[in-house]
Each structure stands twice: as structure tokens, then as C-alpha cells.
């Protein structure tokens, strides 16, 4: 946490009211989110307990499980999830633009452009809390290897159609969530906590409705004691008014209510099994369906606060005017979306259990890139994430003062103007140190000639054989430095209109590149060294071993769950 | 009232918040700090879901079925050594019941030696160790110990968090470790006195593979844990000390005392409160909102105090801040005074950027287009 977020922590604690640590919204927050409040069942992995699901904010849709450890109950609620999730993400699949993309042509080795489809827009996902992105992830993994009747006539428990394509989904989205910037899976909280600084600790603010108090507290309350209430209140029975936005649930509510509640359920489901006549079994039947009603009105109960927090969280993000680099990223997340459904449609396999040594370098890689860019791009749109910047001598703004041309050596000279610039800031300067100031959207590069504002030496305007009067420790007195610009002026001699500034021009320069270039080239996977595993074995394939089959089915046993 | 036995959890944690007065000496005395934080008015929100208990139980009952031969093929397999594992007739698992937690213990100990001694496999299903925390004995009992024939001891932890395609949840596997390094220091204890035995530093940890209930295991290293309990412990004040510097006649007698008089018994021991005690501290509650009401800082977070230096209240560097007190030369005044003016720059200038980025989205949308083809690369690898 840098210091200017913990001031605004504390400015928050003395005003009793959230603080803002952003002015424009680094996140894109779709005009029809799909929002997803899930709830598991304590001490499982991966049963789902129920759902609120959907796009329209008065009309969730509520799946539930009556009784978690049943088999046939949980597939028939991930079929049910799927019939809820699948058709949103279907109605994105088609709306599509041309679009080019850079690829190897694998005769000639040369990059060529392809034309490719690009959906115009992406599915957007919201869950309450970053544990729900966890169990997302959890849900396609433990969905994406299951096996259908069409698919494979022999399995023993084949999941209901269309299950295995969700958990696909999902695992894509939950990959997807870790780049850092994308928008496609979004906890409201991250999203909250991002834009609002509390008076309390991070660990705090993981509470969705304990951040929500601080942000926009109801009544004349301040957003402490909203806090605390949001926290802690229980009604008589003992069960808070603010339940856990999931998907683990208050073991209080887990004893008092559910348990006795699916407990019921079962009793009514064995005497159904053992009526002995019609006009029973209808009144047993009955009573069975109350059982399942009550278990559905309790777990909607204890979503549906979530539900209305997650939305409440969503339109104090719109309130913000979106960041202008945030529509790249998107774009971004839009490629992504794009390419998943290409390698659905083209019949690729489940993602693998595990990334072989090349997929994974690769992925970590491009989260690398991303965060970087991400750092760069928040700190271009918003003054406020720049002032950390500032503050930490990665940036300075300044007014420039003077403006003098000089040209580079050599046969064709270039322009290499000189820019003094007054500043209050302390940037971390050296000899020859890269700054860059953002042009039309584009980076334009200079770098530090020395500190002080005297007369040009006529060696420093060359080449930069000068070292400067002051380069390397402190700033000169009155905060002055010369600054020699480097690039996008254009091939002719004088330097392109607006390509240099002027006197007077207020600008902002950063120490950090804007863009951030990938790595080296990875080897395809199927050069990929021993000291990494070596090349992936295929399934299918001769040399296949024990360890192949990595597409199989999970094992089934007779009391596994889910 | 019988005192609150101290537990494996309740060491961890107050291994890692050893400068803690309050919480070392009430657990050092047994009070049960659950209820004590009730009559306090800050109740504990800690409670276990019947759920988790019983699959839990189920779970490790699972495991340790007859006589633990699944336990002991996958000890074989995950710690080596021993290729062949045990027949089950091979196993030992002796009787540990006994009269009190003494008797337990002084059994546990009888059936270590015994078994180190026979240099036979041997499983010790919930044994009872004892260990000496702060000047008091604190009585632990880990799901299983595994004596193998070469005289080394085996801590087993049985977990019901799952291990999906071999990984499980770093935080939970984080708390196992520091709970087992726990009770691998008091079998240190027992290890000592017994000739050819040796305490392994290596723990198995046993969960329940994938989505099924069929266990699997895997071998974790705690000798980071180990050190840094056996350090904090050892760092721990002894209870007498602590309990000398309180004013005579402090108790804290839940059913004697009303509530007021608890809470200067409480409050005349410090406390050393940082938000992470939420998860792990019944008194939690209570500490912090003492800490709000003194405005300390690192109720927002031990490394909020560590950047503030010698400014401990909010008041303080607020005022610092705003360049009401303090003195601009100590670099952590300078530093806010700073921080102040450039974040009340940013967000007076908010408004007037909005406007100007209305005019800069523009540019970009343009450039869109461009950006397109530049990330059509870069996409495709996460993609």
C-alpha cells in the first residue's frame, strides 16, 4: 500500500466515509452483466448448496440444492446453471466485426495477417467476492471432465447436457480473471476496493456489505457503525442480518436453520418411498414439496442481500466515468472471448488438468505484460494513481519553461529539441534516464540531460556526451530540468506541428514505459526441453503412459461428491 | 471452573502474534476467551458448520479404517524410505486411553517408547502430548502420529479441504503446517527421553482427492514452521511476569465479575491487536474496537504502522499531514506533507481531467482500431 492510499485510509477513518482512490473507473463494466451469487456446502469441495443467477437485478433466478450430497440433485443444478449461464454466452458468440490478426504462416515461417471474426462485444461475469471467482474456477474444473449420455453411452453417471461446455466456460473465465485488467470475471469487492479507500484494513474490506457501509451508508449512520452493524448484527434467532456474500455460508445459519431444514427434506423423502398407497404417497408428496420450498426460501434468503449488494456496488462503479485506456483492455478481453469460442466450435478438448512448461511461461508472461501495462495505463488516465507515481519519484508533472531546438549528429540531422521543465516533484532521475509523456495516446520518449536551466552547452546538445550539472542526486533548487526529446517528430527536419511542446505547456512525464513489449518467443510445445518436462505427451498417441490420459473423466465412486 | 485447555490452533496463533500480553496470559490461565469476549459484549463470530464437522469426522475415520492401511500405504508411498509398505497385521495400534489429560499423555509417551523400542510399525491414533507455552502446560492431540521401525515419528494431519490435481489451498496447507510444527515440538519433548528415536521434520498431510472421498497425501516440509514457532514460543513472556505487573487482585471470574469489572481486568492487560487477529482470536473484537476508540493506526494493518514511523494515531498524522504539528524534517512528515498536497491536487483537478478525457477518449477511439491488431498477438496467448 503506498502512502498516499494510506492517507486516504485515514482520511477515511476521520470522516467516517469511504475515500476515493481513483477518479475515473479502471474497469469495464458491461451494460448487461451476467451477476452470479453461488453458495457451497460447508466442508465439500464443490458442492453447490444454491444460486442466484442472471442479468435482470429484480429478477434472479434461484437454483438450489435440497440435499448436497446427492448426485442426482447436484447435476440437475449444474444442468440448470448451464440452461441459465450458456444461452448469455451464447448471445455474444455471434455478434462479430472483421478484424486482422498477426499470425505465422506455417509454410513460409513470415508473419502475415489473417482476417479473423472478433466478437463486438464479451459476456461479462460479476460474483460477489474474490472466493467466488475461486469457486467459479472450482465449478469448471470439477464440470469441464465430466462425461454426457451422447457423448459416451458407457459412463455411470452421465452429467446432464451442456454441463461439460459450462464448466469450459468457466474454467476460461476463471484463467482469465488472474491477467491482471481484464473484466471478464469481476468480484464486486476487488472492483470496489480498487476505487475506494475504507477506515478499515484490507482484511476488512473482503466483507462485501462491511465495504458497502463504508462507501454509501444507509440513513444518518457513518460508515463505521454501518461497518460494524453490516458485521456483526444478528436478529433473535441468531442469524446476521448481512450474511457472508459466499459461497461459504455462517455456520450459524449452517445449524439452526439448514441442517434441521434438509433433515426435514430427507425424513420427507424416505416416507415418500414407503407409501404404501396413492392418496398417501400424495399427501407425503406434499409434504416433501414443502420440505424443498422452505430449504429454497432459506437459501434465497441468505442470498439475496448479496444479490442486491453486488448491484447496489455496480452502480456506484457506473457513477464513475469510465477510464479512457480501459476500452483497449476490453478489447483485449473481447480477444479472449473471441478465441475460446473458436477453440470450442473447432472441437478442441478441455483445457488440461495441468498447463504444460510452454502454456504456463506463456501465461505467466502475458499476466506479467499485463500488469505492467495495467500500471502504466491507470496511471495515464487518472491523476490520482499518478500522484502515487509522483510521489514515488516515477513521475513528475511539470510547466515547461523553455524550448530549444538542437538536432542530432550525424548525416541526417534530426530534430532533438531541448525542454526545460519547472517541477515541484522529485523524480528519481540519472544520467541519460528514459522519461515519457503520453502524445495523442502514443508514448513520446525524452531523456534527462541534467538539472537547472542555464544556457545550453553546445557538446550537450549534440549526441549527450554532457553529463549534466547535477545528475544523479538532488534536484537542483528551484526544481528545474532539461529534458532532450528523442522521438515522434517526424522523418523532416523540422519537427512534425504539436509533436513538441511549448512554453507554458503543463505535461506529465513517467519514468516507466507505457507499453510494455513481450518477452522473448517461447518454443512451440512440441520443442519444449527436457529440463521442462519435455515435449507433452498426447493423448491418444503410442507413447502415451500412465499419465496421458489427462483428458479422462474424473474417477467415480459410489459416495464421491460432485 | 476448569480451565480452557490450549489447543494446536490457539498456540499457532499465538505463535504468531507472540507480543500479545493479553492472549498469552489468558490462555496461559485456561479462560475461555469465547465466553469471556461475550460478557464482554463483543462476542466471537467463530462457530464450525455442522456440515464441514461431520464430513471432517467422516473423512478422517475414512483414512484411518482398518487400522489404518490405506494411512500407512500412502505414508510408504509419499515419504519413501520404506518401499514395501506394512501388512496391516504389521501395524501396531495401541490402546491410548487412560484417566485425565496426565494419564493420556504419560500413556502416549509409554506407547512412543514402546513402539521406538519394538523398531516396528506403529500408529498412534489421536495421542496426547504435552507441551509447556508461557510457564503452563498446554495439552495437544494430533489427528495421528505413525512410528516407523527406524525410530523415526511421523506427525499425520488429516484435512477435508480438498487436493484438486495435487494442489490444495495455500493458506489452509499454511495453517496445517504451523499446526503440525506444533505438535512435532512436543513430540520433541517425548523424542529426547527416548533412546533411538527422532522426530521427522517432514509432515503427511492427508486430504480427500479431487471431488471424491478417497484420501490423498502429500508430504510437507515444516522445518520453516518448527523454527519459527520453537522461536516464538520461546519469545512468549512467561505468564508470571505478566501476571505480576497486574494489579492485585485482577480476575477474570465469568461468573463472579460483572461486566465493567471485566473490562478493566481486560484492559490492564496490553494487547497487541493487528487485523489479522479477526480470524484467529476470540477477544479479537474487543481489542479492536479499543484499538478504533485510541485511533491507533494499525487497526488498518501492521504495515500501515510500519510506514508511519513514530505517528501512532490517526490524529496525528492527519494533523502531520495537513502540516498542523510535527517537524518537516523527519522524513515520515515530509513524506505525508507531500502525499497530502499531491492527493489533494489530483482530486481537485478530478473534475477538470474528466472533462479533458472526454476529449483524449476520442483520440483513443481512434486508436482502437490500431490497438486491435497491436494486441491480436498478445491476446492470443492468454486467449
Known amino acids: 500500500m503506498s502512502l498516499i492510499s494510506t492517507l486516504a485510509r485515514l482520511e477515511a477513518v476521520a470522516s467516517g466515509r469511504a475515500r476515493p482512490l481513483a477518479t475515473v473507473r479502471h474497469r469495464r463494466i458491461s451494460e448487461r452483466p451476467?451477476?452470479?451469487?453461488?453458495?457451497?456446502?460447508?466442508?465439500?469441495?464443490?458442492?453447490p448448496l444454491g444460486a442466484l443467477v442472471g442479468t435482470d437485478r429484480d429478477a434472479p433466478r434461484l437454483l438450489t440444492v435440497a440435499q448436497p450430497r446427492d448426485r442426482d440433485l447436484r447435476f440437475a443444478f449444474l444442468g440448470e446453471l448451464a440452461e441459465a449461464v450458456l444461452p448469455y454466452i451464447d448471445a455474444y458468440t455471434d455478434v462479430i466485426e472483421p478484424a486482422e490478426r498477426n499470425e505465422t504462416d506455417p509454410e513460409t515461417g513470415k508473419r502475415v495477417k489473417v482476417e479473423v471474426e472478433l466478437c463486438v462485444d464479451a459476456p461479462q461475469l460479476v460474483v460477489p467476492s474474490r472466493p467466488g471467482i475461486d469457486f467459479v474456477r472450482l465449478l469448471g474444473r470439477s464440470m469441464r471432465f465430466r462425461r454426457t449420455a451422447e457423448e459416451d453411452?458407457?459412463?455411470p453417471y452421465p452429467a446432464p447436457p451442456r454441463v461439460p461446455l459450462l464448466?469450459?466456460?468457466?474454467?476460461?473465465?476463471?484463467?482469465?480473471?488472474?491477467?491482471?485488467?481484464?473484466?471478464?470475471?469481476?468480484?464486486?469487492?476487488?472492483?470496489?476496493?480498487?476505487?475506494?479507500?475504507?477506515?478499515?484494513?484490507g482484511l476488512e474490506d473482503q466483507h462485501l456489505g462491511a465495504l458497502l457501509a463504508w462507501i454509501d451508508p444507509p440513513g444518518t449512520l457513518s460508515g463505521a457503525e454501518a461497518a460494524l452493524l453490516a458485521e456483526l448484527e444478528r436478529d433473535r434467532d441468531g442469524q446476521l442480518a448481512c450474511p457472508p456474500a459466499g459461497p461459504a455460508t455462517d455456520p450459524a445459519f449452517d445449524n439452526r436453520l439448514l441442517a434441521p431444514a434438509i433433515e426435514r427434506y430427507d425424513r420427507a423423502r424416505q416416507e415418500l418411498g414407503a407409501a404404501e398407497d396413492g392418496a398417501d404417497a400424495e399427501e407425503r408428496l406434499a409434504r416433501l414439496t414443502a420440505a424443498e420450498r422452505h430449504i429454497r426460501a432459506l437459501l434465497l434468503g441468505v442470498m439475496r442481500p448479496t444479490w442486491d449488494a453486488v448491484w447496489h456496488g455496480l452502480d456506484l462503479l457506473r457513477q464513475l466515468p469510465e477510464g479512457a485506456r480501459v476500452e483497449e483492455r476490453w478489447t483485449r478481453d473481447r480477444w479472449s472471448f473471441t478465441g475460446h469460442r473458436d477453440r470450442v466450435r473447432a472441437g478442441e478438448p478441455p483445457q488440461p488438468r495441468r498447463d504444460d512448461a510452454v502454456t504456463a511461461a506463456q501465461k505467466l508472461a502475458s499476466r506479467e505484460t499485463a500488469l505492467a501495462q495495467l500500471a502504466a495505463a491507470e496511471a495515464l488516465d487518472d491523476p490520482l494513481v499518478l500522484a502515487g507515481h509522483r510521489l514515488s519519484g516515477e513521475a513528475f508533472v511539470g510547466e515547461v519553461t523553455e524550448v530549444v531546438m538542437a538536432y542530432s549528429e550525424g548525416k541526417r540531422p534530426s530534430p532533438r529539441p531541448l525542454i526545460t521543465v519547472r517541477t515541484d516533484d522529485r523524480p528519481h532521475l540519472g544520467e541519460r534516464t528514459k522519461v515519457f509523456r503520453s502524445l495523442d495516446g502514443k508514448p513520446q520518449s525524452a531523456e534527462f540531460v541534467r538539472y537547472g536551466d542555464g544556457p545550453a552547452d553546445e557538446d550537450e546538445a549534440g549526441t549527450g556526451t554532457g553529463t549534466g550539472t547535477g545528475t544523479g542526486t538532488g534536484t537542483d533548487e528551484d526544481g528545474t530540468l532539461v529534458l532532450r526529446l528523442t522521438d515522434r517528430m517526424g522523418r523532416s527536419k523540422e519537427p512534425a506541428p504539436g509533436s513538441v511542446p511549448e512554453k507554458g505547456d503543463r505535461i506529465s512525464w513517467t519514468l516507466f514505459e507505457h507499453d510494455q513489449r513481450g518477452g522473448p518467443k517461447l518454443p512451440d510445445p512440441e520443442e519444449t526441453p527436457w529440463t521442462h518436462g519435455g515435449p507433452p505427451v498426447r493423448e491418444g498417441t503410442a507413447e502415451a503412459g500412465p499419465d496421458a490420459p489427462r483428458q479422462a473423466p474424473d474417477p467415480v465412486t459410489e459416495e464421491d461428491f460432485l | 471452573m476448569p480451565p480452557h485447555p490450549l489447543d494446536a490452533?490457539?498456540?499457532?496463533?499465538l505463535a504468531a502474534n507472540p507480543g500479545c500480553r493479553r492472549r498469552a496470559l489468558l490462555d496461559g490461565a485456561g479462560v475461555d476467551k469465547g465466553a469471556l469476549a461475550e460478557a464482554l459484549g463483543s462476542p466471537a463470530p467463530f462457530g464450525q458448520s455442522q456440515f464441514a464437522f461431520m464430513r471432517g469426522n467422516a473423512f478422517e475415520a475414512k483414512v484411518k479404517a482398518d487400522g489404518g492401511t490405506e494411512l500407512m500405504r500412502l505414508l510408504a508411498d509419499r515419504l519413501g524410505g520404506q518401499a514395501v509398505p506394512p501388512a496391516p497385521g504389521e501395524v501396531s495400534v495401541p490402546d491410548l486411553s487412560a484417566a485425565g489429560p496426565e494419564g493420556r499423555t504419560a500413556r502416549t509417551a509409554l506407547a512412543l517408547r514402546e513402539a521406538t523400542a519394538a523398531g516396528a510399525w506403529a500408529l498412534l491414533d489421536h495421542p496426547l502430548l504435552a507441551l509447556e507455552v508461557a510457564g503452563s502446560p498446554a495439552y495437544l492431540e494430533p489427528d495421528a502420529v505413525v512410528v516407523r521401525p527406524d525410530g523415526r515419528w511421523t506427525v499425520v494431519e488429516i484435512k477435508s479441504f480438498p487436493m484438486i490435481d495435487g494442489s490444495a489451498d495455500a493458506s489452509k496447507v499454511g495453517a496445517a503446517a504451523r499446526q503440525a510444527a506444533v505438535y512435532a515440538l512436543a513430540l520433541e519433548r517425548v523424542a529426547v527421553r527416548t533412546e533411538g528415536a527422532e522426530v521427522g521434520h517432514q509432515v503427511l498431510l492427508v486430504c480427500p482427492k479431487d471431488f471424491s472421498n478417497l484420501p490423498t497425501a502429500s508430504v510437507v516440509d515444516i522445518r520453516k514452521q518448527l523454527s519459527v514457532t520453537r522461536r516464538q514460543l520461546a519469545?512468549?513472556?512467561?505468564?508470571?511476569?505478566?501476571?505480576?505487573?497486574?494489579p492485585e487482585g485482577t480476575t477474570f471470574n465469568l461468573e463472579r465479575c460483572s461486566g465493567a469489572q471485566l473490562t478493566s481486568a481486560v484492559d490492564a492487560v496490553s494487547a497487541a491487536y493487528a487485523p489479522e487477529c479477526l480470524a484467529?482470536?476470540?477477544?479479537?473484537?474487543?481489542?479492536?474496537?479499543?484499538?478504533?476508540?485510541?485511533?491507533?493506526?494499525?487497526a488498518l494493518g501492521r504495515s500501515v504502522r510500519g510506514e508511519l514511523g513514530a505517528l501512532t494515531t490517526v490524529a496525528a498524522v492527519l494533523s502531520a499531514a495537513h502540516g498542523d504539528t510535527g517537524d518537516p524534517d523527519d522524513p515520515t512528515v515530509a513524506a505525508l506533507r507531500r502525499a497530502?498536497?499531491?492527493?489533494?491536487?489530483?482530486?481537485?483537478?478530478?473534475?477538470?481531467?474528466?472533462?479533458?478525457?472526454?476529449?483524449?477518449?476520442?483520440?483513443?477511439?481512434?486508436?482502437a482500431v490500431a490497438a486491435d491488431r497491436a494486441v491480436a498477438g498478445g491476446a492470443e496467448t492468454e486467449g
Open chain 2, 340 to 367: 497530502a498536497t499531491l492527493r489533494a491536487e489530483a482530486l481537485a483537478g478530478a473534475d477538470r481531467a474528466v472533462t479533458e478525457q472526454a476529449v483524449a477518449g476520442r483520440a483513443m477511439a481512434d486508436r
Open chain 2, 235 to 246: 519469545r512468549l513472556t512467561r505468564i508470571e511476569d505478566i501476571a505480576d505487573t497486574l
Open chain 1, 153 to 155: 453411452p458407457e459412463t
Open chain 1, 167 to 201: 464448466g469450459r466456460w468457466l474454467t476460461h473465465y476463471g484463467e482469465r480473471a488472474r491477467v491482471p485488467g481484464s473484466s471478464l470475471l469481476l468480484a464486486t469487492t476487488d472492483l470496489l476496493n480498487r476505487h475506494w479507500a475504507t477506515g478499515q484494513s
Open chain 2, 280 to 298: 484467529a482470536c476470540e477477544l479479537a473484537f474487543h481489542c479492536r474496537s479499543r484499538a478504533r476508540e485510541r485511533g491507533a493506526v494499525e
Open chain 1, 34 to 47: 451476467l451477476v452470479l451469487v453461488p453458495l457451497t456446502t460447508a466442508g465439500e469441495a464443490g458442492a
Open chain 2, 9 to 13: 490452533r490457539a498456540l499457532a496463533a
